[in-house]
C-alpha cells in the first residue's frame, strides 16, 4: 500500500487532486473551531452537557464538536443530507423531477442545483429555530435582533460554504466530497471517545482485568468493522442471458450478464431514519426544558436511548425493540422507492435479457421482488445488529460514546468508495491498487 502511495505521488494529476482534499480537510477542523459571534460559548457547553440522548451525541459527532462548540459549522452538511434525501424521494413522488432523473446529467445537474437551494432553505430554518432558542434559554450576549441575524448568517453560511467545499472536493479532489467531509469530522471525535473507553475501563484498573477489558474494546470494535464490511460489500447477483438476434447483417447477443443486488441495499439511510423518529420528541422536550408527566414521562425514557439496555429499568428496554422494528421497516421502505423490479424487468424485456429459467415480464419482476425480500431482511439484521452493540454496552456497562454503528457504517462505506475511486484512478495509468498488494 505504501509503494503504491509513493507511486501514486509520482503523478502530478493524482497528487494535486489528494493535497488539494487534504487542504480542504484542513480548512473544515479549522473552520470547526471558530466560535459564531454572539453566543456564550461556557455557557452553551455546560447546557449541551446536560442534554442526554442520542440524538444529541449524534447530531454532535456528525459535526465532529462543532455543535457542543457551537462554531461556525454546528450545522454541519446535515442541511445538504436531508435536502438530498427529500429530493429523492420527491423525484419518486412527482412526475416532473422523475423526468429531470431520467434526462441523463443535464437532468441530475437541474435536481442537484434545486437540492442547493433547498440545503439552503433548511439550514436557514434551522439557524432561525437555533437563534430564537439560544436567545431564549440566555446563551445569547444580548438578545437582540441584531444578535441573532449575526447567528442566523453564520450558521447558514457555515453549512452553505461546507456544501461548497464538498462539491470541489467531488470537482477536484478525490472520493465524494460530502461523504468526506461527513467522515471527517466523525473521525475527529473518534481518539476522544476511545480515550474516554480507556480511562473508564483500563487504566487504573488491574493488569489482569485492564488487559481483558482492552481486549474486549478492541474485539467490538474489529468485529463491528468486519461486519462492517461484510454488510456493504456483500452482493447477491442475478443471472442474466441475452438472446441472439439479427441486425442488419451482424448477429447480437448471447453474452451473459448479471444483476448485481447489494445486501445493505439502503445503505446508512434506515439508521438515520429510525433515529431521527425516535429522537425528534426528545430533542423537542429537552429545548423546552420539559421533562413529561405522568405515562408521557415514560414514554420519553422509552424513546431516549440513554435508557436502553439498562439492568435497573428494563421495562424502558422496549423503546430500543420499537428502533429494531423501525430499522428494519425503513429498509423495506427506502428499498421499495429506490429500486423499482417492475422497471428492470421491462428494460430487460425491451433488450432481449431474461433470467434463465424465469418468463420476461411480470415473473421476473416477481422473482426480483422475492430476492429482493430476502436480502433487505439479511441486511437490515447485520444493520440491526451494528448498531444495538453499543446501546447494550451503553446500557450494562454505562460506556457512553458519541460513535456507535452508524458511524461505523459511514466510516467504512465512504473509505472504501474512495480507495476504491483513488484505485481505480491509478488502475487507468497502469499502477498496481491498494487492493491488490
Not at 424487468?345 to 426480483?368: C, H, Q, V, W
Request: aromatic residues 10%; glycine residues 8%; positive net charge.
Amino acid at each position: 500500500m505504501l509503494e503504491t502511495l509513493k507511486k501514486q505521488f509520482k503523478k502530478k494529476d493524482l497528487r494535486n487532486k489528494i493535497l488539494f482534499t487534504f487542504a480542504m480537510l484542513v480548512v473544515i477542523r479549522i473552520g470547526s473551531q471558530l466560535p459564531v459571534p454572539g453566543i456564550k460559548v461556557d455557557q452553551f457547553s455546560g447546557w449541551f452537557s446536560q442534554k442526554t440522548g442520542d440524538a444529541f451525541n449524534f447530531f454532535n459527532a456528525f459535526t465532529g464538536g462543532s455543535f457542543e462548540r457551537m462554531s461556525i459549522f454546528a450545522l454541519n452538511i446535515t442541511p445538504y443530507i436531508t435536502s438530498s434525501i427529500i429530493m429523492q424521494l420527491l423525484t419518486i413522488a412527482i412526475p416532473k423531477l422523475e423526468e429531470m432523473q431520467k434526462d441523463g446529467e443535464d437532468g441530475r445537474k437541474k435536481i442537484v442545483a434545486i437540492s442547493r437551494y433547498v440545503t439552503v432553505g433548511l439550514a436557514l430554518m434551522e439557524s432561525i429555530a437555533m437563534a430564537i432558542m439560544f436567545g431564549r434559554s440566555n446563551l445569547l450576549v444580548e438578545f437582540n435582533a441584531l444578535n441573532v441575524i449575526t447567528i442566523i448568517v453564520a450558521l447558514t453560511a457555515g453549512s452553505a460554504f461546507l456544501m461548497w467545499v464538498g462539491e470541489r472536493i467531488t470537482e477536484n479532489g478525490v472520493g465524494n466530497g460530502i461523504s468526506i467531509v461527513l467522515v471527517i469530522n466523525i473521525i475527529s471525535r473518534i481518539p476522544q471517545d476511545i480515550s474516554q473507553l480507556f480511562n473508564q475501563f483500563v487504566f487504573g484498573k488491574p493488569i489482569a482485568t485492564a488487559v481483558l477489558a482492552a481486549a474486549v474494546i478492541f474485539a467490538i470494535i474489529l468485529g463491528m468493522v468486519v461486519l462492517v464490511i461484510i454488510l456493504n460489500d456483500g452482493v447477491r447477483k442475478i443471472p442474466v442471458q441475452y438472446a441472439k438476434k439479427v441486425q442488419g447483417r451482424k448477429m447480437v447477443g448471447g453474452q451473459t450478464s448479471s444483476i448485481p443486488l447489494k445486501v445493505n441495499t439502503a445503505g446508512v439511510i434506515p439508521i438515520i431514519f429510525a433515529s431521527s423518529l425516535m429522537q425528534l420528541p426528545v430533542i423537542i422536550c429537552s429545548f423546552f426544558n420539559y421533562s413529561g408527566t405522568g405515562v408521557w414521562a415514560h414514554i420519553l425514557k422509552g424513546l431516549n436511548s440513554q435508557y436502553w439496555c439498562n439492568p435497573k429499568d428494563p421495562i424502558y428496554s422496549i423503546g430500543l425493540v420499537v428502533y429494531i422494528v423501525l430499522v428494519i421497516f425503513f429498509a423495506y421502505f427506502y428499498t421499495s422507492i429506490t429500486f423499482n423490479p417492475l422497471e428492470i424487468a421491462e428494460n430487460m424485456k425491451k433488450s432481449g435479457g431474461f433470467i434463465p429459467g424465469i418468463r420476461p415480464g411480470k415473473p421476473t419482476s416477481d422473482y426480483l421482488t422475492k430476492i429482493l425480500n430476502y436480502i433487505i431482511f439479511i441486511g437490515a439484521v447485520g444493520l440491526t445488529v451494528v448498531c444495538v452493540i453499543p446501546y447494550v454496552f451503553n446500557g450494562v456497562f454505562n460506556a457512553s460514546v458519541s460513535f456507535g454503528g452508524t458511524s461505523l457504517i459511514i466510516i467504512v462505506s465512504v473509505v472504501l468508495e474512495t480507495l476504491k475511486q483513488i484505485e481505480s484512478q491509478m488502475l487507468v495509468r497502469n499502477y498496481k491498487g491498494f487492493l491488490n498488494d
